[in-house]
């Protein structure tokens, strides 16, 4: 079966750094999603890896091994309105998006 | 960026009643849109597919008479829920998917919560 793991819930501070894993197990792989939720509104994208290795995004950087099967959201300098979930989605052989249940980030000051 | 659009953004209705609701693709041509269901605390559940043209796929487990699907343009869907009850009630959100170049990038629209009374 296809299956998406990352932590329920983290928690950092305010100016600090937090890495959110993701690891994937999915028929086929044509890339792979970050989101960002708050909560009642729709996710909004964040990055794409498709290669190994880590693409940079001002505070936001995410890192993709694909013969490990994992990925790793990292958010520098956190503020506040960081506090949010983090959605991990693989996309599949058919282009479809598989959805991990997400990470719920809270930012303490 | 490409925008989707989705209309309402949220509405109540009474129990036996349809409800349908909009998603557009403003900027760009979407062959194919998807149509999820959150629920509170939970991910995102893929309820179907719809290429332009064609039938909806379904995913398991969704009843095709009860949430209908129209994606009758290449910028138009509709998702219309049928004889609504309470527990439909949910945040329902639409994505349009666009070919850029080799890769397909899929833009989500607002979400529309629907409340079953």
């Known amino acids: 079966g296809q299956n998406i793991d990352q932590p329920t819930e983290m928690t950092a501070t305010e100016g600090a750094i937090v890495q959110i894993n993701c690891t994937y197990q999915t028929s086929g792989f044509n890339g792979l999603f970050w989101y960002q939720q708050h909560a009642g509104e729709a996710p909004t994208f964040l990055s794409y890896?498709?290669l190994d290795g880590l693409e940079e995004k001002g505070r936001f950087s995410s890192f993709l091994s694909r013969s490990k099967g994992y990925s790793y959201l990292l958010l520098k300098e956190l503020q506040m309105k960081d506090s949010a979930s983090y959605l991990c989605a693989v996309s599949d052989s058919n282009y479809q998006l598989i959805w991990g249940a997400g990470t719920k980030l809270i930012i303490k000051p | 960026g490409a925008v989707v659009s989705q209309h309402p953004s949220r509405v109540i209705c009474k129990s036996g009643t349809s409800v349908k609701i909009e998603c557009r693709s403003l900027d760009f041509q979407a062959t194919t849109m998807f149509w999820y269901r959150q629920f509170p605390k939970q991910s995102l559940m893929l309820m179907a597919t719809s290429n332009e043209g064609s039938k909806a796929t379904y995913e398991q487990g969704v009843e095709k008479d009860k949430f209908l699907i129209n994606h009758a343009s290449l910028t138009l869907s509709t998702l219309t829920v049928t004889s609504a009850h309470p527990e439909d009630s949910s945040f329902y959100i639409c994505s349009a998917r666009e070919l850029a170049g080799d890769v397909y990038e899929q833009y989500f629209g607002p979400g529309t919560r629907l409340t079953v009374t």
């Open positions: 890896n498709v």
